[in-house]
């Protein structure tokens, strides 16, 4: 249930309704926005007659949500979310930004060499994997909280935030000092222990859609990031799992406009493990600004080649280079920029 409070209500009426609903059963999460206060009210199996709430001072109208999210869907914020970085940079905003950097950390050459390409082409995100989930139990695996240490190393060298995939709850604690942003990848995106866990924290998590699922169960499962009280969340396109095999994954560009519609929360294009080729990351990384993208996260390797993960989808940095020229000609058509 949505409760939107009257345009200039004060702190002490916004309490006050606050207090009655929480006598009432419900647990109460509060968005300020420039004009009003809304407050998102959950509780299952709680019958009211909204008119009683109607009435109270301060209140302007309730809503009931049909929609099992409540928290992620747009009516929560509906002038829309932006997820302020620790540098200031804002996701969802009027800049796209653009978060690149290899699949994983494999050495400091590998990652200092691709840190200052990304960043001299306009990246703000250093992207990285210290931890590293694989099909085999042979893969690379990743070089841990070393890894860590040299993106922020990196980050801080060459004036980049850092985004690393967390994998599972032991990991969040060691994580924190080194990363500003927590990925959940699509194996995880309903690891419901590690989502409530994210809840707790107080630094933004960019949030995978799952090879498999619906744009509902990817919004469910940032409800339960967000019921935690972590509001700082962003959403992720990078591909679903579909009958046809030229492409690693089917990137599906309608979610990004269709998540728009439905909710808050900016959402991030991954054409990298979209497509899984390389030749196909430009093309698909240009239509998914088109289609309204308030990020992207792109995979740059300094000889992709010999890279010990995700190569063939890696960009040399030449071409992300090139990449980043088009996208700024392509951001204004759309009313957006790329810095």
Not at 89 to 108: D, F, K, Q
Not at 269 to 277: C, I, L, M, Q, V
Request: glycine content about 10%; hydrophobic content about 40%; aromatic content about 4%.
């Amino acid at each position: 249930m949505i409760v939107a409070m009257q345009e200039g209500a004060d702190e002490a009426l916004i309490q006050q309704v606050i207090e009655h609903l929480v006598k009432m059963g419900f647990e109460v999460h509060r968005s300020t926005g420039a004009r009003m206060t809304v407050l998102g009210a959950v509780g299952s199996g709680i019958e009211i007659d909204i008119r009683n709430l109607e009435l109270l001072p301060g209140v302007q109208e309730v809503h009931r949500i049909s929609s099992p999210y409540k928290l992620a869907g747009r009516s929560f914020r509906p002038e829309g979310t932006v997820v302020r970085l620790a540098n200031g940079i804002g996701i969802g905003g009027n800049e796209i930004i653009v978060m690149a950097g290899p699949c994983s950390v494999e050495s400091r050459e590998q990652l200092f060499t691709t840190a200052e390409a990304v960043a001299k082409s306009g990246a703000k995100v250093l992207r990285g994997g210290a931890f590293k989930p694989r099909s085999s139990p042979y893969s690379f695996q990743g070089h841990g909280e070393d890894a860590l240490k040299l993106l922020r190393e990196a980050g801080e060298k060459f004036n980049l935030l850092v985004i690393s995939e967390v994998m599972e709850i032991s990991q969040i604690p060691p994580m924190l000092p080194y990363v500003d942003i927590l990925q959940v990848g699509a194996r995880n995106m309903q690891n419901f222990n590690l989502l409530r866990e994210l809840g707790k924290v107080r630094k933004p998590v960019l949030l995978k859609r799952g090879i498999a699922a619906t744009l509902e169960e990817l919004l469910l499962s940032a409800e339960y990031i967000m019921a935690g009280g972590n509001y700082d969340v962003i959403l992720c396109e990078r591909g679903i799992r579909t009958f046809e095999t030229y492409t690693r994954n089917t990137m599906d560009i309608s979610a990004i406009p269709i998540i728009h519609k439905l909710s808050h929360l900016p959402m991030t294009a991954d054409p990298s493990h979209g497509t899984g080729r390389r030749d196909k990351v430009s093309p698909m990384a240009r239509a998914s600004v088109a289609a309204g993208a308030d990020a992207l996260l792109i995979e740059v390797h300094c000889n992709p080649d010999k890279a010990l993960s995700d190569g063939a989808q890696s960009l040399f940095p030449e071409q992300f280079a090139k990449l980043m020229d088009e996208l700024r000609i392509i951001a204004p058509a759309v009313g957006r920029k790329i810095v």
